[in-house]
């Protein structure tokens, strides 16, 4: 029988993730919350390559906003997070070394931190030949984030208690997408926090029932006009920009438009890529005219991608991992807009 080589190294794609819905239904006396959404993977994503070390964990990333180890802790890389969780657990003897090439904006609603910790997951698991299945791995991935079991499984889902509990609904590859992502940082725990003190109507909630019957019956559009998400209530408030994102894609031909996660980043579901892409240029005009009627240089720092939901998690064959996003541009323009001092 012909000896079967080992992987030493390994690369995978790391997807990122919209909401199609998000609604908080409380506060829980541990200070987490419960929550219903409808999850989807997009093609957007990261690229993680891993590889066997002798010893230790070291991440390798070109964004100096992203820890490399646990510096500032607990909030330190979730990449690291995850593959220390995953060694403890097993008894893992060697190291491992990743490198992560970002594609996917850092804290805008699109769980990139959380597909790269899930990635991570997976390559361990596939290059220490652990064997653990899919359960295994989402039970760890709940000890790393709340996103980061649905970013094992992937697809279309449903997510409920703190949005580790989920149950896969009937996957929706192929809808294009332009993502309109904002070049400043919004953190879950302030958004949280702002939607705790404030309250909401529940004429502005999601109906949850009625999109997950949308999305079983491919009736895109109607799911597309019903999309909601909560947190809308804490960072459009603060960040105007959000609605204007909202009212300009809808105005550019998107079925639908929402604030993906606690934001910045704003999306509109398209009928095809074509009109996707004319959208991002009308949007990108839009803004710009918008900052000049307010006596502002420049336009408004964003960067602008046109993408595809898909049912694909972590492809590791070579051939496969270009993603289908196209990146429009990203306005650099000086935006002196930050997050507020929690």
Known sequence: ????????????????????????????????????????????????????????????????TIPSDRRGDPAFNTAWKAADILMKRYGIKGGVRISINKNIPVSAGLAGGSSDA??????????????????????????????????????????????????????????????????????????????????????????????????????????????????????????PLIRLLKKSLTECGALGSIMSGSGPSVFGIFENRSTAEKAAKQIESILNEENLSAGQEGGVAAAYFVTQTTCASGLTNNDSIADKSTFIG?????????????
């Open 1 to 64: 029988m012909a000896e079967v080589k080992k992987l030493n190294k390994i690369t995978l794609r790391a997807e990122a993730k919209i909401n199609l819905s998000l609604d908080i239904l409380r506060k829980r006396p541990d200070g987490y919350h419960d929550v219903e959404m409808i999850l989807q993977s997009v093609d957007l994503s990261d690229i993680i390559d891993m590889e066997k070390a002798e010893k230790g964990i070291e991440i390798l990333c070109g964004l100096e």
């Open 118 to 239: 899930a990635a991570v997951l997976k390559g361990i698991n596939i290059l220490y030949e652990l064997g653990l299945d899919r359960e295994a791995m989402k039970n760890a991935a709940a000890c790393v984030g709340s996103d980061v079991p649905f970013c094992i499984e992937g697809g279309t889902a449903f997510a409920e208690g703190t949005g580790t509990r989920l149950r896969q609904l009937p996957p929706h590859e192929g809808f294009s997408l332009l993502i309109v992502a904002p070049c400043f940082e919004v953190k879950t725990s302030w958004a949280y926090a702002g939607f705790d003190s404030a309250g909401l109507p529940v004429s502005e909630r999601p109906d949850t029932n009625l999109l997950i019957d949308a999305l079983s019956r491919s009736q895109t559009a109607l799911m597309a006009a019903n999309m909601k998400n909560v947190l809308e209530s804490v960072t459009a408030a603060e960040y």
């Open 330 to 342: 990203n306005n650099k323009a000086a935006d002196d807009t930050s997050l507020p001092e929690e």
